[in-house]
């Protein structure tokens, strides 16, 4: 019977790609081989340390037809949370984790789109990795646009050029005649245009409210986030579930995810970061602080429902009575 | 054209009475095939008072017809379609749009005169004209009664006719 649950991996190779990034090749234990997926997916990886379990998202970057190995491509990042700076100096080859599903919530727009343009900054290139594998494989038409601050720096660089030439665009920051990268090329693209951004919230935040004032449909507009984004205090706040009458605190530290995972209570999630709508939760009392990347205007106006990866209570009560 | 590309039907969502300006465009394309309907096009661009830019393609043949899909596929992200034509012309325009990347949410689109309605037969997929408020026909291929159902197929670009047999209907 087939388990939709975690999948056992080993660490085969591990590739350094630039002075901060690191290629891991995952292959399966116990499988003869692993799912398949499709352009801009992720996988969440488990990793046991001396504190506990340590979750993470990491888009695959290795060739969706091929399913005898997973590849992510990781960014150490010093003022991480802990996931990344583990996985560049912890993790070894031979060492066994464990690994999700592959999970998509950034696919291509492969029907509509008569022209997809890519948008990445720094790590930000690893879902467009496989997307440009899926797109080539169907000889459709694409471009990337890709900032970093060096070349050294600039992950997947050699391949990105060797593979896809004259479709790719590099901007690099901190070079002797420096280049940025901006949304005004967004004015240019032919119309069947769709365009997928990637990179810090920052970034995402630009190009997004760049393509709409270009008159970019909303259909066309793609973006992942890796991070949710800062938006205002987090103060501490209450909440009651419904179901079981259980109150949980939730401190100023932590979300109200983390605070529901922790007192036990099995609440849906994925992305973490507000992009995916997984951890959706019914508000039967309260008002909702939205801060997801998830739902329009309209919906948050309408729907009772809040995103416990990053949405909090509302000033001043900051009190939710939630259908758990 | 890939499969279920949107077409233009009698109840597509392009379809307007008066054209209106989406604020956020930053130009507006207008392909007109009727000159004399130039007070609605008037219209659309007091409501935009220079805030777009626009291009006005008037069509007085069928060489400019056949040529549209130049003048759409030069056209760059921003820019919202009106189409202002009879039934087998707007079609034509509204085709070629696709064609060139337009989704249904840029293009709207005026019919002058009487819209077209088409039914396809479940049995052996004949395509067929039918009146505006007929609610059942027969097919003009296999000869079998259809009803008209109220769902449109993009892939076959008509109504969905399900085939009954006369004899078994009760009469009220």
Redesign the interface.
Known sequence: MRSFGKIKVNVGKIVQETKFVKRFHLYPAELELLPAFTGGSHIATYVKNSDGTIERNYSLVSHPTDRTQYTIAIRKDEQSRGGSVYWHEEIKVGDQLEISWPKNHFPLAF?????HVFYAAGIGITPFMTMMEDLTAQGKSFELHYAAKTKEECAFYDELNAKYPGKCHFYFSRTETPKKMTPAT????????HVYFCGPVSMVKEFRQAA??????S??IHFELFAVADEGPKDPFVVTLANSGKTVEVSEQETLLEALLKKGIEAPYSCKVGGCGSCEVQVVEGEVDHRDHFYKEEERQTKNVILTCCSRAKEPRKELVLNL | M????PVLFDKSATMVEKFTV?Q????LLIISTLPREAGLIQQLLDESNGQQQYELIEIHDEFSLKNIGDV?????????LYILAPWDEAVTIFTEAIE????E??IQTHILGEKKRYVYCMKCYHLQEVEVDETDTICYHCQISLEIGPFFSRERKGYIGYPYNPALVIAN
């Open positions: 029907k509509a789109a008569k022209h967004m004015e240019k693209h032919r119309i069947g245009s709409e004032s270009y008159g970019y449909p259909h066309s | 890939v499969y279920n590309s989406r956020k465009r930053r130009k759409l596929n030069r056209q760059k992200m921003g820019t919202q060139a990347g337009f989704s949410d840029e």
